[in-house]
């Protein structure tokens, strides 16, 4: 098993111009999650699917979008970054319950400029 | 105020040390508990849970007190392969299981 997946690991954009970063896991989890992670900030939460055709803002939801294409999937778009976009952003997944692990993707670097 | 906080470090210790971290979260119907380990550009991974009682795996032992709000990480005989930094992690409760981190106390063990 991959666990999760997420491309790409590096991107380099200039202000305004859109991406979409893709995540994948293959442990049949429900539930999957962007992060993103600034020096000093911890990790926080961006968007959530609780589980296949559901999504949920997180704390940090502005300037983001993001689709739950299937139980595998789940991409968070950019539409016009912003250099406040400059993060590690990683992608995880859980199978919902309580007390549970949740699994991290490898992350992906993104600098905006 | 943060909902999790944590002292940054960095702690610097010798190998065969023993050292403390503590987390203050700030959420009173905070549910589960949770140390995460992060080694230089990589992503998180579980290190263990905390449970009321207190738990120990190995080296490494967690507590934590409800009343006080507090979470600590105790790890014992130090080994180079300790240095990373360590995220203390509390869930709330709702439809998924939202993880609030802290932001991480960096740990370097000296040889």
């Known amino acids: ?113 | 105020r943060k909902e999790v906080e944590q002292d940054p470090g960095p702690f610097n210790v010798p190998e065969g040390a023993t050292v403390a971290f503590n987390c203050t979260y700030s959420n009173s119907a905070s549910q589960s508990f949770f140390w995460y380990r992060q080694d230089c550009r990589k992503e998180p991974k579980l290190l263990m849970s905390v449970y009321s009682s207190g738990n120990e795996d190995g080296r490494f032992t967690a507590q934590l007190n409800r009343a006080s709000q507090y979470i600590s990480l105790l790890i014992r005989d130090s080994k180079l392969s300790d240095s990373a930094t360590y995220l203390c992690v509390v869930t709330t409760s709702g439809s998924a299981r939202q993880l609030t981190f802290g932001s991480g106390t960096q740990l370097t063990v000296l040889p």
């Not at chain 1, 380099?12 to 992060?35: E, I, R």
């Not at chain 1, 600034?38 to 559901?54: K, N, Q, V």
């Not at chain 1, 299937?70 to 309580?98: D, H, I, M």
Request: a positive charge.
């Open chain 1, 1 to 113: 098993n991959a666990g999760v997946t997420q491309t790409p690991k590096f991107q380099v954009l200039k202000t305004g111009q859109s991406m979409t970063l893709q995540c994948a896991q293959d442990m049949n989890h429900n539930s999957m999650y962007w992060y993103r992670q600034d020096p000093g900030m911890g990790l926080r939460l961006i968007y959530y699917s609780a589980s296949e055709g559901t999504t949920d803002k997180g704390e940090v939801p502005n300037g983001y979008n993001v689709s739950r294409l299937n139980k595998r999937e789940f991409s968070l778009r950019l539409e016009s970054a912003a250099p406040s976009q400059t993060s590690v952003y990683f992608c995880a997944s859980t199978e919902g319950r309580l007390q549970e692990t949740q699994y991290f993707g490898p992350g992906t670097r993104l600098l905006v400029l």
